[in-house]
């Protein structure tokens, strides 16, 4: 059967606390599709009970993603709308759909989002850390072992961490943070949009001192500020770079040299070494 191209799945941010975050536009689609999709559907119905939504829902989780998404894509195949949902937030970002969006992509239908609150944003914004480049990784991987190794490979990152954590774990993840990372500057927000939010701010040494936390948490640490040795050959290239865009060999030598606190004279004999003359 050839898709019918009308049919659309939807993407839905939901809110991640307080519910008054919940869009017109949110409400809408959830209120016209056919079907809703929840990562768990007692815990979607406290939503839609609030708002009055009566949609059909079924349960697409970690557990049943492959054969949910065929059911879905019956769905589709209809011609009925499907939103996706997740217990809080977007779905995808550290929960289920990815296979599913796939599926639907090969099978050709259209996919919708419908933008909403989003957790690590919210606690990205309001850290006081730097916001030009980040980087969302999500969880750590459960087992401590793991978990280290997977810090380890961020450790030279220069952009701000974003990290999600369950209450449970977050005193042996913090002080996991500060054993591989180093005492970065960082912030712990919890209950984001709710009636405890709190966020705290200073240093992974001094937020080790935190106990007994409750609720979701989103930890975001400090990028590497540490200087990095830039080599000859890196130094030559970024050169060269200046030249190709118009500057003399003598210009980009003072350009580069002043950037990175280099000799100037060292390096434009290192370039008339490699035969530019």
Do not use: W
Request: proline share 3%.
């Amino acid at each position: 059967m050839e898709p019918n191209n009308k049919a659309t799945l939807f993407l839905v941010a939901t809110p991640i606390g307080n519910l008054n975050e919940v869009s017109g536009r949110c409400l809408e689609v959830l209120r016209n599709v056919s079907v809703i999709a929840c990562e768990d559907t007692r815990n979607s119905q406290k939503l839609l009970s609030h708002f009055d939504i009566h949609t059909r829902t079924i349960t697409y989780h970690n557990f049943n993603e492959r054969q949910s998404s065929k059911g879905i894509l019956s769905l589709l195949e209809k011609g009925e709308d499907v939103a996706l949902i997740s217990d809080a937030g977007y779905p995808l970002i550290s929960d289920p759909g990815y296979l599913l969006v796939n599926e639907v992509i090969d099978a050709g239908y259209k996919i919708v989002t419908v933008s909403g609150p989003n957790a690590a944003l919210n606690a990205l914004v309001a850290s006081g850390l730097p916001t030009n480049h980040y980087l969302f990784y999500g969880f750590l991987n459960a087992k401590q072992s793991q978990a280290k190794k997977e810090l380890e490979s961020l450790k030279g990152f220069p952009y701000t961490l974003i990290f999600y954590e369950a209450p449970h774990r977050i005193e042996k993840t913090l002080k996991l943070m500060y054993e591989v990372l180093g005492d970065r500057k960082a912030c712990l927000a919890r209950e984001l949009t709710k009636l405890h939010e709190e966020y705290h701010r200073g240093t992974l040494k001094e937020l080790c001192g935190l106990h007994d936390l409750k609720g979701e948490m989103v930890v975001i640490v400090e990028g590497d500020t540490s200087e990095k040795e830039v080599s000859m050959e890196d130094l030559l290239k970024e050169m060269d770079l200046l030249i190709e865009e118009g500057q003399r060999a003598k210009d980009a030598a003072k350009t580069v040299s002043e950037k990175y606190e280099v000799s100037k004279n060292q390096l434009y004999q290192a370039y008339l070494k490699e035969g530019n003359k």
